[in-house]
């Protein structure tokens, strides 16, 4: 009878508890006249980035987050502060961003999606952050054991953030009928990223800021004044960047992950580097294995440069890349061993040791300078 009584009462408080966080959630929300959710695959973080200088620029009080090289905070004083984690990334960081938020009074919370999994992304969107406006920047092919294999079931994975009768805004219109059709159901307007033609990149590519301007031109925001602030914008740690060092032009595509995205971006360089001048190198890690397998069959399609192979995994990599390849293919066995060659396109991962093979360079800039 006692542990029935006991039992009882440990399900009520739960269920009470359950009750008071979902109230607590929807004080949160009223606190913020917009949430803006940043959802995709490639260029989430840089986005998140661009969009939070463009509003502030504008007069808001503006609090934002991102989840990519380093998770970090840029507060409503505008400075960055790096998110020190105990244990694994979880979601429920996010309403501990809105609590913070609400603390210093923002009245614009930017948001990088973290959530991976088609769930997590619903309950991100819908129990937590209620973003009047989601974002979603592209479609590639990553993240393949939890969101899907294909783009299409991709596409309807990014889709669980659409908002309720609220607004979508779309880098490109490659899945717009698979996003159209949620929308749709949710009496949620769609709106595709336009070219806006501005000529400075802003050393990033010019989808992020046409994405970024079609999120201001949602929020009836002055768009040359949005334009103004992002060129103040922070990069992130990770994003892509040309560093020259003497001897070397290290071309900065650790954070490219997919092989879409790597492609795209290759081809862009081939138009400022000469083809044999490129060396490709490739950091893998271990805890993602279709990643693995994706950037193998990337790797013979860039075979006729020589391949660098560092991190995890490499010696699995050159032996399932065949012998057809394996005379191009070679394993760094030092940072220093890279002044050799005249160009590098880094790509793969950013972690471990692609952080000090990015570190390196950057100081190899700086003495430089």
Not at 91 to 102: D, F, N, V, W, Y
Not at 152 to 159: H, K, N, V
Not at 295 to 311: A, M, P, R, V
């Amino acid at each position: 009878m006692v542990s029935k009584i006991i039992v009882g009462a440990l399900i009520v408080g739960y269920l009470g508890y359950i009750v008071f966080e979902r109230f607590y959630q929807k004080t949160l929300r009223k606190s913020f006249t917009h949430v803006i959710h940043v959802n995709g695959t490639r260029g989430k973080s840089t986005i998140t980035r661009l969009i939070d200088a463009g509003v502030r620029n504008c007069g808001f009080r503006v609090f934002s987050k991102t989840t990519g090289t380093i998770p970090t905070i840029i507060n409503t004083a505008n400075e960055q502060v790096v998110i020190k984690r105990l244990g694994l990334a979880n979601i429920r960081e996010q309403l501990k961003m809105m609590r913070l938020a609400q603390k210093e009074k923002a009245e614009v919370l930017v948001i990088e999606c973290m959530a991976v999994s088609p769930e997590l992304q619903y309950i991100s969107q819908d129990k937590m952050l209620e973003a009047d406006i989601a974002v979603i920047t592209n479609v590639r092919l990553d993240h393949l054991q939890e969101m899907g294999s294909s783009l299409p079931e991709i596409a309807s994975s990014l889709a669980n953030v659409i908002p309720k009768a609220k607004h979508l805004v779309l880098g490109d219109a490659q899945f717009l009928n698979i996003f159209q059709e949620k929308a749709k159901k949710y009496h949620t307007e769609v709106h595709v990223a336009e070219d806006f033609q501005k000529e400075d990149s802003l050393n990033t590519f010019f989808e992020n800021i046409n994405i970024a301007l079609e999120v201001a031109k949602v929020l009836g925001l002055d768009l040359d004044k949005f334009y103004e602030g992002m060129k103040n914008y922070y990069p992130d740690p990770g994003a892509f960047e040309i560093i020259e060092t003497p001897g070397t032009v290290f071309l900065n595509g650790l954070s490219i992950n997919d092989p879409d995205s790597i492609m795209l971006v290759y081809h862009q360089l081939l138009q400022k580097y000469p083809k044999e001048d490129m060396t490709i190198l490739l950091n893998s890690r271990n805890d993602r294995p279709s990643r693995v397998l994706q950037h193998i069959e990337l790797l013979k399609k860039l075979s006729d440069h020589k391949i660098i192979l560092t991190g995890t995994n490499t010696h699995f990599i050159k032996r399932k890349l065949g012998k057809d390849y394996v005379a191009r293919v070679e394993i760094l066995r030092s940072v220093e061993d890279l002044k050799k060659e005249k160009v590098i396109f880094a790509i793969g991962n950013i972690a471990s040791q692609g952080m000090e093979i990015l570190h390196f360079f950057k100081d190899a800039q700086e003495v430089q300078s």
